[in-house]
C-alpha cells in the first residue's frame, strides 16, 4: 500500500489575490515538494526550456503589479524568483531536480491554480 505523507508546510505568501505555497512531502520513501500558485485573476505559466538550454525553467505572468510582491526564496527543489517589470510581474521557478508542471482548474472560489511538482526519480502518486 502506498503511502502518502506531509513533512510540513515551507511556505505561503498571499499578496494581493496572488498567493505561493510551498509544501513538501514523502511519498513511496521518496521526498517531493509542490509549489502552488493561485491568483484571483487568469494567468499563464509556461515552460521555456529551450534546446540549447534543455533544464526546465518555468515562467508565471501575471498583469498586475501587486504593492508588495514576494522574495527570491528557494527549497531544495526550487529557486523562485518574482521579477517585476512595468508590465506585469512575472514569478520564475527553475527546478533544482526534475519537475511537472500542470494547470488546475477554476475552483469554487473563483481562483486560478497552477502547481509545479519537484521529485527525484519517479512522479508521486
Known sequence: MKKLYFLFFFF????FGLELSVSTGMHDS???SVLNITHNNEFKCTNIATPTN?????????KEIPLTYPQKTE???FFINPIV???GMFVEVIPKKNSYLAQLKKN???LYS???????DKLPF
Open 30 to 32: 521518496r521526498q517531493y
Open 114 to 120: 497552477w502547481i509545479i511538482i519537484g521529485y527525484e
Open 12 to 15: 505561503t505568501v498571499a499578496v
Open 108 to 110: 469554487e472560489k473563483d
Open 75 to 77: 527549497n531544495s527543489f
Open 54 to 62: 534543455p533544464q526546465d525553467r518555468y515562467i508565471c505572468k501575471f
Open 85 to 87: 517589470e512595468k508590465d
